[in-house]
T-cell receptor, first 116, second 111 residues
Framework: GAVVSQHPSWVICKSGTSVKIECRSL??????MFWYRQFPKQSLMLMAT?????????EQGVEKDKFLINHASLTLSTLTVTSAHPEDSSFYIC????????????FGSGTRLTVV | QKEVEQDPGPLSVPEGAIVSLNCTYS??????FMWYRQYSRKGPELLMY????GNKEDGRFTAQVDKSSKYISLFIRDSQPSDSATYLC???????????FGRGTSLIVHP
């Protein structure tokens, strides 16, 4: 089945610094990838849709300048949390759909971000 | 009212029990229904998906959809401690649409 690889699985950074999270589709091409944020015991909150070769589409309330998304190739999307603050600490998960397969959306393993 | 409602639990059952997990929804345009399992500190893993009303079985798991009642269920037979996880329902207007997730139900299966 489709595999999505996300890296790093966890990261601790100092307040004010930037952190980049990578999401790769390993065995399929993904023109679209999705970035979610999840707080403890809460559902997945869609942050943005990453589109290969064009600008990302952000959900209402998500700061574009804080959460920079780049989808430079058909297999790689990155999320950069800029000038991170403790309130940005969360679990970030990416997802993609293999339209050539029959599965639903495949998720990465997630990145636990802690800003100190 | 949220589009998808799911009781967060936790739901605690003994090993071997039959587990019933449920979601209700309000958007009648939803046609594609999914269940995901999420272990702690991991991304969700797709368990089952279906377009149809009725039952779909896969091993110990059965997904049930009742579109007329806007109600979906996931049944787990012979539950095992390894089934302990959070189960999220998700649904969309079609396979190409971004799914809407429930908040997940935490399941604990104790030996």
């Amino acid at each position: 089945g489709a595999v999505v690889s996300q890296h790093p699985s966890w990261v601790i950074c100092k307040s004010g610094t930037s952190v980049k999270i990578e999401c790769r589709s390993l065995d399929f091409q993904a023109t679209t990838m999705f970035w979610y944020r999840q707080f403890p015991k809460q559902s997945l909150m869609l942050m943005a849709t990453s589109n290969e070769g064009s600008k990302a589409t952000y959900e209402q309330g998500v700061e574009k300048d804080k959460f920079l998304i780049n989808h430079a190739s058909l297999t790689l999307s990155t999320l950069t949390v800029t000038s991170a603050h403790p309130e940005d600490s969360s679990f970030y998960i990416c997802s993609a759909r293999d339209y050539g397969g029959s599965d639903g959306y495949t998720f990465g393993s997630g990145t636990r971000l802690t800003v100190v | 009212q949220k589009e998808v409602e799911q009781d967060p639990g936790p739901l605690s059952v003994p090993e071997g029990a039959i587990v019933s997990l449920n979601c209700t929804y309000s958007n009648s345009a939803f046609q594609y229904f999914m269940w995901y399992r999420q272990y702690s500190r991991k991304g969700p893993e797709l368990l089952m998906y279906t377009y149809s009303s009725g039952n779909k079985e896969d091993g110990r798991f059965t997904a049930q959809v009742d579109k007329s009642s806007k109600y979906i269920s996931l049944f787990i037979r012979d539950s095992q401690p390894s089934d302990s996880a959070t189960y999220l329902c998700a649904m969309s207007e079609g396979g190409s649409y971004i799914p809407t997730f429930g908040r997940g139900t935490s399941l604990i299966v104790h030996p």
